[in-house]
């Protein structure tokens, strides 16, 4: 009777979750039954998907082969892996950064100026991007190439030249969307209690010793957090980043090729629907356990900033 009663007086609050509760089952958990595809050899039929998955034998591990069985796993893996953890670190300490420098304003006409020149580039996807950056690095009419022959140099050919890429890649990924990461930080930081200022201004606190004696310590549990989600991604690589950038040149696979990009250029050439479906199941089973992991680290040391 006390359920029955609690759904009566909140059945207005349920009616509005009722959309977003369809939208969750139909896109979220259903597509999960799908994950059987990793498992077999699915080929396609008439009569339509759920046919086709019972008509398609089961193959049991060997999908997952596929991406443990070449010789470039390791280079993917490598890739994927030390990619993510450098935007891990260098999102933090940039969005943080940025987020601190737009509360010290106090020009409100300057913040909003500032925020949005920051978050436009996080609305463009990266086939744009990549255009722009060729504007740069082209090696006929690029601008850096001008340059360096203005100066008496040689021109790079840097679609060919490996060992420009990752920074290439890392700064063009943390320009991206540093926009947005620092808005949630800033945002945090217009939430703290004036009071922490007001004491520490009292106490002699400098303006540096306020932002790391009080914002800081404020933000911890925030930066926490984003960075267990951040874990749980971990095996999973910005396709458009990997693959756009570069132009898919094949000369920069051994610094550009990411376990993304990998499954793409393999379902392409071989259209095994199973291996894709394998590869996605592999991410989201190793990124859960990261997830989880992390979140029971961080519970050891502060219940606060942990997930769950």
Known sequence: MKRLKRLKNNRTLLLMSLPGMLWLIVFFYIPVFGNVVAFKNFKISEGGFIKSLMDSPWVGLKNFEFLFSTSNAYIITRNTVLYNVAFIILNLIMAVFFAVILSQLRSKRSIKIIQTSM???????????????YSFLSPEKGLFNAMIMSNGGEGISWYNEPKYWPGIILFMGVWKGIGYNSIIYFASIMGIDMTYYEAAEVDGASKWQQIIHVTIPQLIPLMMVLTILAVGNIFKADFGLFYQLPKDSGTLYDVTNVLDTYVYRGLTSSGDI????????????????????TNLIARKYDESSALF
């Open 119 to 133: 978050l436009l580039p996080y609305f463009l996807s990266w086939v744009i991007i990549s255009h722009f950056l």
């Open 274 to 293: 199973g291996m894709a479906a394998a590869a996605g199941l592999y991410q989201s089973v190793v990124g859960c356990i990261l997830l989880v992991g």
